[in-house]
């Protein structure tokens, strides 16, 4: 009893008077500071991808008229190449630019994507068998900055033009199991170009859960696909790590202007 009574009163001294209460409302106000300041830095550290700015004025058909004056992102170079470099025969064979864009009601991705060869017959989830573009979006990058695998906030959309860009697509792998179906108001836009496809992607806001606010960052990553003959992927380039595919901590950071 004395022994508990010393304990109890050492204790007390060493929180320099504070009540209980007190001393759990300052471990909560520490340890929230800390995940602030470890977000912070998380974010501070990911790769930079760019602005995104408000539009009101795209008409989803392949037609990229409208994005001039948009900065563009290049996935263009050697260096870009996260596999098959040796068979990688320069930017005709195999390159792209990407614009991105909001509405009050859609995220807008659009992309002029060199390649000299339209191969893909494989439809919906299996389109990344052949010529396609792989879109990842992260819409709540600081809530799970540090979670490797994809959860509820984590997406991965697919883009095919098919073989000769006769049979555009869109699909979704991530969430895994949500259906095509579910994502009500997406819509592609997609046309055969001398050089390759051009290409715009509608996501309506609502259902990935991003909210434009600026200044705010969401997570993106780009991949680019390249098949010249049936059944073969040949070479891909990206502006974010092989690995992005299956862990969002890869993405890159896109910010609300
Ligand atoms: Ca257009
Ligand atoms: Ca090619
Ligand atoms: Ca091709």
Redesign the pocket.
């Known amino acids: 009893m004395t022994c508990k009574s010393n304990l109890n009163r050492t204790r007390r001294s060493s929180m320099a008077g504070l009540s209980h209460a007190q001393i759990v409302v300052v471990m909560i106000l520490i340890l929230g500071l800390a995940s602030v300041i470890f977000s912070q830095e998380s974010l501070a550290n990911r790769a930079v991808m760019g602005e995104i700015r408000a539009v009101s004025n795209?008409?989803?058909?392949?037609?990229?008229s409208?994005w001039r004056g948009f900065s563009q992102i290049n996935i263009n170079s050697a260096a870009q190449c996260i596999s098959g470099a040796n068979r990688w025969k320069g930017s005709a064979d195999l390159s792209g630019r990407i614009m991105l864009a909001y509405s009050a009601s859609h995220l807008y991705i659009a992309g002029e994507i060199r390649d000299d060869k339209l191969i893909n017959d494989q439809k919906g989830i299996l389109m990344w068998n052949g010529d396609c573009v792989q879109v990842f979006i992260d819409t709540d990058l600081d809530g799970d900055y540090d979670t490797t695998v994809y959860n509820a906030d984590d997406f991965s959309f697919g883009i095919s033009p098919g073989t000769d860009g006769k049979a555009p697509e869109w699909t979704i792998w991530q969430p895994a199991g949500k259906q095509i179906g579910t994502i009500l108001g997406t819509s592609l836009?997609l046309v055969r170009t001398s050089e390759g496809y051009n290409f715009?992607l509608a996501i309506p806001l609502e259902h990935i859960g991003l909210r434009p606010t600026p200044g705010k960052s969401f997570g993106m990553g780009i991949i680019l696909i390249d098949s010249d003959e049936p059944g073969v992927v040949k070479s891909q380039l990206a502006n974010v790590p092989a690995n992005a595919w299956r862990d969002p901590t890869l993405f890159a950071k896109v910010t609300f202007r």
């Not at 795209?58 to 990229?64: F, I, N, T, W």
């Open positions: 795209v008409k989803v058909d392949g037609q990229l409208e836009g715009e």
